[in-house]
């Protein structure tokens, strides 16, 4: 699967909610998420652009590889996300591969949707107030047509595309 995604940081969620809604975004729910990187055993995913996290999203848990970015406007990338049962051994056994941790990303994630773009406002511990826009795909070929979409979204929202981060939450932390 391919995550076409925009981040951009705002200012005033209240705001950004309230256009969201008036382009016909729904309240979906709020969530608490926390998010365990670890950095790569024969390679450093830094350097790479990849990244390998075990989330927990209010008690249920998954392992997620991203692949690195494949254009320079977006952080669209493959990404391959598995439900696991229990998040502390799947960190014992990463760590006992090799795997080295890094310090945990935390956010609080309001979902909205409309269709199937999903805007989350994401409030991340220590960095402050973000939007991202995300789409899966499946045929590589949808990408520019999705970031179309995404780009009259931030218009709608009177956000400029130069206001778009290509960062991580992990990279804006500067792990």
Excluded: C, H, W
């Amino acid at each position: 699967m391919i995550e076409v995604e925009i981040k951009v940081k705002i200012d005033d969620k209240n705001k950004v909610v309230e256009q969201l809604k008036k382009l016909g975004f729904k309240f979906i729910k709020k969530k608490f998420q926390e998010d365990i990187y670890f950095n790569g055993i024969d390679r450093d995913f830094r350097e790479t652009d990849e990244a390998l996290r075990i989330r927990d999203e209010d008690g249920n848990f998954f392992v997620t590889y991203k692949g690195p970015k494949i254009d320079k406007i977006s952080k669209t990338r493959e990404e391959i996300e598995v439900k696991i049962e229990d998040k502390e051994k799947m960190r014992q056994i990463f760590k006992k591969l090799g795997f080295k941790e890094v310090p945990p990303i935390r956010k609080i994630r309001e979902i909205y949707k409309k269709e199937d773009i999903e805007a989350s406002i994401d409030d991340v511990e220590g960095l402050g107030l973000f939007l991202e826009l995300e789409k899966s795909i499946s045929d590589i070929n949808e990408k520019d047509k999705v970031l179309e979409e995404m780009m009259e979204i931030l218009k709608a929202l009177n956000i400029s595309k130069d206001n778009i981060i290509r960062k991580s939450y992990l990279e804006l932390r500067g792990l």
